[in-house]
């Protein structure tokens, strides 16, 4: 039995649940809490988080993290939703989160956030039989999710929150007519073709979550005469919903507003904001019911944790989890001219990798991002060869696809890539810059390794079937005249000079980062590998005897003419 956290980093609340987990991955909950925080807020439409705002989240992020601990809680999962991930200066929260009350935040995309409220919502909520919608009504964003039993058919995350609206349209919640007019005409066109979109796709269910949601759902309750319902069971239906829209829009003040059975003071200036944006996403998709989920987010990332935990350990060809690997993989067969050429690299990327794991220190989930990040370098090359390199950082860093992975692991996966040719990672790069200590040493090495194994394949041959590490440098001490000594697997009878020369050119950057000189020999195998270890199978080539040493120029030296 083991106890695991999870804070759900919210724009309007921060929500903490500690659960314990059993051998079998099921968990039951231990405690809750929860705090009006107000981290994302203001007339900059969330571009900063205001000190203020900052000195509160950081007081409950250690509170929180206190219960947890004392509830037995061996980790401690943070994630941060809207607020944070569109503040230009959420790098300063995070780290004061770090330094002031021990709490790494993940910051998660909105694709991400959607794909963990739909974990969240199918533990609770018997959806596995049925096609479903998931609508998630944050502060600052709302999450669509359209799933067919456990797998998600649609994931959207639009700007659209029950405070981002308040402070556009309601400013100290107070409502005008022309301004509830100005506030639905903008719902619905920020909407535009989603409703069309979920329509197509079709469902048999609707289900609500998180605040706004589950308020306006015990206030139908209530009204009802329903005063005993439970969150769990909480549901209604859109002649509930319009009632009380109408009821809320007519209170012109969070006062008035109080008056209405149900409404609890921390929502009173912002609920009108979330009504609307529900009874407009009721209105266009032609919703009759609802029912609420009392998990969200937060379970969800607790069903994450679980599920990492009970990942087997590293072995040498280690693949992608599912989810992960097929955004990974949907993204470079959008882009790749040459993805056979992409796989090779990152075939000959891992081995290196796994020889050097003593030397550099990274663990299995490094190894994951780094096969990401080697399978993605070129993507750029879609949009010009030109700098592709830094197109490549631009399309990883902004695609939907790569479900799975927090902000901070595509961040890393998109400088990989950035780097993956000409200049090192320098400290006056300023996305390089606003990485922690930790995650700028993981760019480096990974970098580094990618730029070894490109110049591998330079003629995109696959000549070079294979690559080791002759000798262990993480436990020789500094011996073997300071070597870090590569060995390159090559087909016999082929002339691979291109590839030794450009790999030797390419590798000043392993040697900073190893504090080695970097050698590279050869030897000549009976037959290459089979298949891709990217794919989890591995060939049988014969070795031969090795024969040659790679001559060892300079980077300026690196042939041309090859995208990578």
Same mark, same amino acid.
């Given at each position: 039995m083991?106890?695991?956290?999870a804070?759900?980093?919210?724009t309007?609340?921060?929500?903490?649940?500690?659960?314990?987990v059993?051998a079998?991955?099921?968990?039951?909950?231990?405690?809750r809490e929860? +705090?009006?925080?107000?981290? #994302?807020?203001?007339?900059?439409?969330?571009?900063?988080?205001?000190p203020? *705002?900052?000195?509160?989240g950081?007081?409950?992020l250690?509170?929180?993290? $206190?219960?947890?601990?004392?509830a037995?809680a061996t980790?401690? /999962?943070?994630?941060?939703t809207? *607020?944070?991930?569109?503040?230009?200066n959420?790098?300063?929260f995070?780290?004061?989160?770090?330094?002031?009350?021990?709490v790494?935040i993940?910051?998660?995309?909105?694709?991400?956030?959607?794909?963990l409220i739909?974990?969240g919502?199918?533990?609770?909520?018997?959806?596995?039989?049925?096609?479903h919608?998931?609508?998630d009504? #944050?502060g600052?964003?709302?999450?669509?999710?359209? #799933?067919?039993?456990?797998?998600?058919l649609?994931?959207?995350?639009?700007?659209?929150?029950?405070i981002?609206?308040?402070d $556009?349209?309601?400013?100290?919640?107070?409502?005008?007519?022309?301004?509830?007019?100005?506030?639905?005409?903008y719902?619905?066109?920020?909407?535009?073709?989603?409703?069309?979109?979920?329509?197509?796709l079709?469902?048999? /269910?609707?289900? #609500?979550?998180s605040?706004?949601?589950?308020?306006?759902?015990?206030?139908?309750a209530i $009204?009802?005469?329903?005063r005993?319902?439970?969150?769990?069971r909480?549901?209604?239906?859109?002649?509930?919903?319009?009632?009380?829209?109408a009821?809320?829009?007519?209170?012109?003040?969070?006062?008035?507003?109080?008056?209405?059975e149900?409404?609890?003071?921390?929502?009173?200036?912002?609920?009108?904001?979330?009504a609307l944006?529900?009874?407009?996403?009721?209105?266009?998709?032609?919703l009759?019911?609802?029912?609420?989920?009392?998990?969200?987010?937060? +379970?969800?990332?607790?069903f994450?944790?679980?599920?990492?935990?009970?990942?087997?350990?590293?072995?040498?060809?280690?693949?992608?989890e599912?989810?992960?690997?097929s955004g990974?993989m949907?993204?470079?067969?959008?882009?790749? +001219?040459?993805l056979?050429?992409?796989?090779?690299?990152?075939?000959l990327?891992?081995?290196?990798?796994?020889?050097?794991?003593?030397?550099h220190?990274l663990?299995?989930?490094d190894?994951?991002?780094?096969?990401?990040?080697?399978?993605?370098?070129?993507?750029?090359?879609?949009i010009?060869?030109?700098?592709h390199h830094?197109?490549?950082?631009?399309?990883?860093r902004?695609?939907?696809?790569?479900?799975?992975?927090?902000?901070?692991e595509?961040?890393?996966?998109?400088?990989?890539?950035?780097?993956?040719?000409?200049?090192a990672?320098k400290?006056?790069?300023?996305?390089?810059?606003?990485l922690?200590? *930790?995650?700028?040493?993981?760019?480096?090495?990974?970098?580094a390794?990618?730029?070894?194994?490109?110049?591998?394949?330079?003629?995109?041959?696959?000549?070079?079937? $294979?690559?080791r590490?002759?000798?262990?440098?993480?436990?020789s001490?500094?011996?073997?005249?300071?070597?870090?000594?590569?060995?390159?697997?090559?087909?016999?009878d082929?002339?691979?000079?291109?590839?030794?020369?450009?790999?030797g050119a390419r590798?000043?950057l392993?040697e900073?980062?190893?504090g080695?000189?970097?050698v590279i020999?050869v030897?000549?195998a009976e037959?290459g590998?089979?298949?891709?270890?990217?794919?989890?199978?591995t060939g049988?080539g014969?070795?031969?005897?090795?024969?040659?040493?790679?001559?060892?120029?300079?980077?300026?030296?690196?042939?041309?003419?090859?995208?990578?």
């Amino acid at each position: 039995m083991s106890v695991i956290a999870a804070i759900d980093v919210g724009t309007n609340s921060f929500h903490l649940v500690v659960a314990s987990v059993d051998a079998d991955g099921h968990f039951e909950v231990l405690t809750r809490e929860r +705090e009006p925080v107000r981290l #994302g807020s203001g007339p900059e439409d969330m571009k900063r988080l205001e000190p203020e *705002a900052m000195d509160r989240g950081i007081a409950t992020l250690d509170r929180m993290r $206190r219960i947890a601990v004392h509830a037995g809680a061996t980790s401690v /999962t943070a994630v941060a939703t809207s *607020a944070v991930r569109e503040a230009d200066n959420r790098h300063e929260f995070t780290e004061r989160a770090r330094s002031e009350a021990d709490v790494d935040i993940e910051v998660v995309s909105g694709v991400e956030e959607a794909r963990l409220i739909h974990l969240g919502v199918l533990g609770a909520i018997p959806l596995l039989d049925k096609r479903h919608l998931i609508i998630d009504i #944050g502060g600052g964003s709302t999450e669509f999710i359209l #799933g067919d039993g456990a797998d998600p058919l649609l994931l959207r995350s639009l700007k659209l929150g029950s405070i981002r609206l308040t402070d $556009r349209f309601f400013p100290e919640g107070r409502t005008r007519k022309r301004a509830v007019r100005e506030c639905r005409i903008y719902i619905d066109s920020f909407l535009g073709h989603l409703p069309a979109e979920i329509a197509r796709l079709g469902f048999e /269910t609707a289900v #609500g979550t998180s605040g706004t949601i589950t308020a306006l759902a015990r206030m139908c309750a209530i $009204r009802r005469g329903d005063r005993d319902s439970r969150t769990g069971r909480l549901s209604f239906t859109a002649k509930e919903l319009k009632a009380l829209t109408a009821d809320l829009v007519a209170a012109s003040t969070p006062d008035r507003r109080l008056e209405i059975e149900g409404l609890e003071e921390r929502r009173a200036d912002i609920i009108v904001g979330g009504a609307l944006l529900l009874s407009e996403t009721f209105r266009l998709l032609g919703l009759k019911r609802m029912e609420v989920s009392d998990f969200a987010l937060r +379970e969800g990332v607790l069903f994450e944790q679980i599920r990492r935990a009970a990942a087997p350990e590293l072995d040498p060809f280690h693949r992608l989890e599912d989810l992960r690997r097929s955004g990974v993989m949907y993204v470079a067969n959008s882009y790749h +001219e040459d993805l056979r050429h992409a796989e090779h690299i990152t075939d000959l990327a891992l081995e290196l990798f796994d020889g050097l794991v003593s030397l550099h220190g990274l663990d299995g989930e490094d190894r994951e991002l780094f096969e990401a990040a080697s399978l993605l370098h070129n993507v750029g090359i879609f949009i010009s060869h030109s700098a592709h390199h830094r197109h490549s950082y631009y399309i990883i860093r902004n695609s939907e696809h790569l479900t799975g992975f927090t902000e901070r692991e595509i961040e890393i996966i998109a400088q990989v890539a950035r780097y993956h040719r000409k200049s090192a990672p320098k400290s006056k790069h300023a996305d390089f810059a606003s990485l922690s200590s *930790a995650d700028k040493n993981k760019v480096r090495w990974m970098a580094a390794m990618l730029r070894v194994a490109i110049g591998l394949d330079r003629s995109n041959r696959q000549v070079v079937t $294979r690559v080791r590490v002759a000798n262990d440098p993480g436990r020789s001490g500094g011996q073997l005249n300071g070597e870090l000594r590569l060995i390159a697997r090559v087909s016999p009878d082929v002339d691979t000079s291109v590839e030794l020369f450009t790999a030797g050119a390419r590798s000043e950057l392993l040697e900073a980062v190893a504090g080695r000189t970097v050698v590279i020999d050869v030897e000549v195998a009976e037959s290459g590998r089979a298949a891709h270890p990217t794919n989890g199978v591995t060939g049988n080539g014969v070795t031969g005897t090795a024969d040659t040493t790679a001559g060892k120029p300079r980077a300026d030296a690196a042939v041309e003419g090859s995208p990578a």
